[in-house]
């Protein structure tokens, strides 16, 4: 039986508690959160997670438990990958590692020198339908990928305080779809540019963010991709991917709660997508952390390993830059600025 520890009891932590329970030969020992209250207590009760805390290191110190799930918020994921990498934890990190590249890097040297299993959660990476897409663009069906096509619009913006510590859209929200274009193509991404506006909410603006986009990239087997953003899609969560190629093309929609389409008078209705991630997702949440627990048991190497956690923000950074000064970026001047 593999103990495992989860830190951060919040939205996600309490997915992925869900997802680890249902995983053979898996003991959620402890959960940490500093701000743990009776509700989250009465939570954890009724998951059998025995252990409750409001100290990570508790967890960290616990010699049993050889697993920790990082769920907190972003910026404590590299400070506490480090500390869990030094009590030899294998590591489940939600992403984004860190915006900082120079962390990152810290986290990546650390690892070079530990024999520990690291996993960046990624998760549309397990998600059925684009798995299905990934694997018919590999097997060749479409033939030499030309464009890839990403869509990703969440169905309203987040609060206005939580737009000013996000570290920005694209390093926020893009950072999936920038993912999707690698784990899609198979390819690099090696240039950036990035359009981008406030047409959803002026406040997003004044925080120094944007809440629309459109970037466009280049990719290093020749083939082109472009992702739409738009923090507000008034029929649900919007994420679509379409890969078209020399021999044709593949296309995925959205995930709906029924196949049923209703015809009559007034015309013809279907389902709207399903609300937001955590009804997107969940089946995908279950199978990256089974994909990580195996990975653990069976010795192999993790899908979404900390170079997938580096590049997107290498690319959200590309983007960022693009924005700022309305050009197209080289992925390779962001990696020259910090020494990669
Ligand atoms: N992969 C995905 O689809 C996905 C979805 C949502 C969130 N996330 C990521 O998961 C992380 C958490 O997001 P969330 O939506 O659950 O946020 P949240 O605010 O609901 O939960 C974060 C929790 O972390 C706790 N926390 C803060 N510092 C801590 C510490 N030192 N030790 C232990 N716990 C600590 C907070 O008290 C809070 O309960 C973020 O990094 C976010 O980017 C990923």
């Known amino acids: 039986m593999i103990k495992i520890g989860i830190i951060g009891a919040g939205r996600i932590g309490k997915v992925h508690a869900k997802s ?10 402890a959960i940490a959160d500093p701000f743990m209250n009776a509700e989250t207590e009465a939570w954890a009760k009724e998951q059998d997670i025995p252990n409750v805390y409001t100290d990570y290191h508790e967890i960290l110190n616990d010699k049993e438990i050889e697993v ?33 590249v120079n962390k990152i890097k810290e986290v990546m040297e650390a690892l070079k020198k530990s024999n520990v299993k690291y996993q960046v959660g990624f998760n549309r990476r397990f998600d059925h339908n684009f798995m299905a897409a990934r694997e ?22 987040p609060p206005v305080s939580y737009i000013k510590v996000s570290g920005g859209i694209f390093l926020d929200m893009t ?13 690099e991404v090696t240039e950036v540019y990035a359009m981008g506006g406030v047409l959803v909410d002026p406040a997003i603006g004044e925080a120094g963010d944007i809440d629309t986009a459109v970037i466009s990239m280049r990719l290093d087997n020749g083939a082109l991709a472009v992702i739409d953003n738009c923090r507000r899609a008034t029929y649900g969560y919007d994420q679509r991917v379409e890969a078209f190629g ?30 937001f ?25 993790t899908e979404v390993n900390v170079e997938d956690g580096l590049k997107p ?28």
């Open 136 to 157: 018919a663009v590999k097997q060749g069906k479409i033939g030499e990928l030309n464009v890839l096509k990403v869509c990703s619009r969440d169905p309203g913006a």
């Open 20 to 29: 680890a329970a249902g995983v053979k030969g898996v003991e959620i020992k």
């Open 277 to 301: 991630f955590l009804e997107r997702y969940m089946e995908a949440y279950t199978r990256e952390v089974a994909s990580f627990i195996d990975a653990v048991i069976n010795d192999k190497p």
């Open 68 to 100: 920790v799930l990082i769920c907190s918020s972003t910026d404590t994921h590299s400070k506490i990958s480090l500390e869990a990498i030094e009590a030899g934890k294998h590591i489940f990190c939600e992403k984004p590692i860190d915006h900082d």
């Open 246 to 275: 020399s021999l044709g093309q593949v296309a995925i929609g959205n995930d709906t709660d029924s196949l049923a389409v209703i015809s009559n008078a007034d015309g013809v209705t279907a389902e709207k997508p399903k609300l």
């Open 175 to 187: 950072i999936h779809d920038f993912d999707m274009v690698r784990f899609m193509s198979g390819a």
């Open 313 to 340: 923000v290498l690319i959200g950074l590309a983007a960022k830059l693009s924005l700022a000064e309305n050009r197209p970026v080289k992925i390779a001047e962001i990696e020259a600025k910090f020494g990669l």
